[in-house]
């Protein structure tokens, strides 16, 4: 995070490969690295960063210049879990253990969105947020409930009580392998790729990514 960041991207966790160091190639060692992930694809797309995807220091480098450019800090809301199997599933996570999102929009005023790479499923980004929230005495409310779905919260100033800002959270659909299954069965999916038979998962996200980045 930095002080200028107005969007903040909250994931769950990196795949356990990220904390043993073990990559792949391919693999970026950085936020949303994975070579299987597809957040940098659709940003790459999106902007025509030309990015590297590559385990370089350069390609790390490309992307931390990007966030800073645009004002968008990243985090995951999981601190620490632990899994009975090592894979990536959100849904094999246990003894989680929460970071204080909260403490962060406190610590940086200028963030106004939080952008869920997921929704409320069990063990995603929007699914622990709310636990988050309630463990404060807040709660999300409805903007908009179509997919992207939209929320906001009212969050008051720390150091002035009397203050408060509105945070609102946009829930996009997972950048991930896993997700594709998911995006397949949407009937605005289905209705796009039979316009277009080359049309694709990664296609889809950009079009929903587009609007909030």
């Known amino acids: 995070?930095?002080?200028?960041?107005?969007?903040?991207?909250?994931?769950?966790?990196?795949?356990?490969?990220?904390?043993?160091?073990?990559?792949?190639?391919?693999?970026?060692?950085?936020?949303?690295?994975?070579?299987?992930?597809q957040l940098w694809p659709i940003l790459n797309t999106i902007f025509k960063l030309n990015l590297k995807?590559?385990?370089?220091?350069?390609a790390i480098e490309q992307r931390k210049a990007f966030l800073k450019l645009r004002k968008i800090g990243i985090c995951d809301i999981v601190a620490s879990a632990e899994r009975s199997k090592i894979d990536a599933s959100d849904l094999g996570m246990q003894n989680i253990e929460l970071r204080n999102i909260l403490g962060?929009?406190?610590?940086?005023?200028?963030?106004?969105?939080?952008?869920?790479?997921?929704?409320?499923?069990?063990?995603?980004?929007?699914?622990?947020?709310?636990?988050?929230?309630?463990?404060?005495?807040?709660?999300?409310?409805?903007?908009?409930?179509?997919?992207?779905?939209?929320?906001?919260?009212k969050l008051l100033n720390s150091k002035n009580l009397l203050k408060q800002r509105t945070i609102k959270t946009i829930s996009l659909t997972a950048p991930s392998g896993a997700a594709n299954r998911a995006v397949g069965g949407l009937a605005a999916y289905k209705k796009l790729k039979s316009e277009d038979a080359n049309f694709s998962t990664l296609d889809f996200r950009v079009l929903q990514y587009r609007p909030f980045f």
Do not use: W
């Open 104 to 153: 962060y929009l406190q610590e940086y005023e200028n963030v106004d969105t939080l952008i869920f790479t997921g929704g409320n499923s069990k063990n995603g980004p929007e699914y622990f947020f709310r636990k988050h929230l309630k463990a404060n005495n807040l709660r999300l409310q409805v903007v908009s409930n179509e997919v992207p779905r939209i929320h906001e919260f």
């Open 53 to 58: 995807f590559e385990t370089t220091n350069t």
């Open 1 to 37: 995070m930095f002080k200028e960041a107005t969007k903040l991207i909250v994931g769950t966790l990196p795949p356990p490969r990220f904390t043993t160091g073990i990559l792949k190639e391919g693999d970026v060692d950085f936020c949303y690295g994975s070579r299987d992930g």
